[in-house]
């Protein structure tokens, strides 16, 4: 079991820009969102949260959740209990600082980021692999500019019974 885990998040780690060691320049991150017209997705998670290896292995497996993630987003892993700088504006601190600086004030959480680094949507806690594409449609349909996350997901399911 653990060495699945492992496997995992190794091929995780693939998937992220910036890897789960080190230093990280979110400013830099937001320059290649607005050269790619992306938007940033910040997972912050700790590897004792079972909720958080969870989401690892079933939502960041998924191929069409890898498929959306690839063409719409840069990804930023923030793993809270590693090591590392992070800088972002005016703001530099470790990961956990940095986490609870943009309001993830609890593991798992998930974050979206536009290109002006202004957080425009997150959510904190587990999500499986239903409940995350809804988020990510809710995200890339850019409708967290006109209706909650709810009335989206009330308009898609009046979709489905039609």
């Known amino acids: 079991m653990m060495q699945n885990i492992v496997k995992i998040l190794i ?5 992220f820009t910036t890897g789960n060691a080190g230093d990280i320049d979110v400013n830099k991150l937001l320059n290649q969102a607005k050269e790619n017209s992306k938007k940033i997705l910040i997972f912050v998670h700790s ?8 989401m690892v292995s079933q939502n960041f497996q998924d191929k069409n959740i890898l498929n959306i993630l690839k063409k719409y987003f840069i990804l930023l892993d923030i793993d809270i209990r590693e090591e590392g700088t992070v800088v972002y504006k005016e703001f530099r601190g470790n990961k956990k600082e940095f986490a609870d600086h943009i309001g993830a004030v609890a593991v798992p959480a ?4 536009n290109q002006n680094s202004e957080v425009v949507y997150g959510f904190i806690g587990y999500r499986n692999i239903d409940e995350f594409l809804i988020e990510l449609k809710y995200i890339t ?3 967290y500019k006109e209706v909650s996350i709810e009335e989206f997901n009330e308009n898609l399911e009046f979709k489905k019974d039609e």
Do not use: D, E
């Open 11 to 15: 091929a995780i780690s693939f998937l």
């Open 47 to 54: 590897p004792n949260c079972s909720y958080c290896r969870r």
């Open 110 to 113: 998930t974050l979206f980021m």
């Open 141 to 143: 349909s850019k409708s």
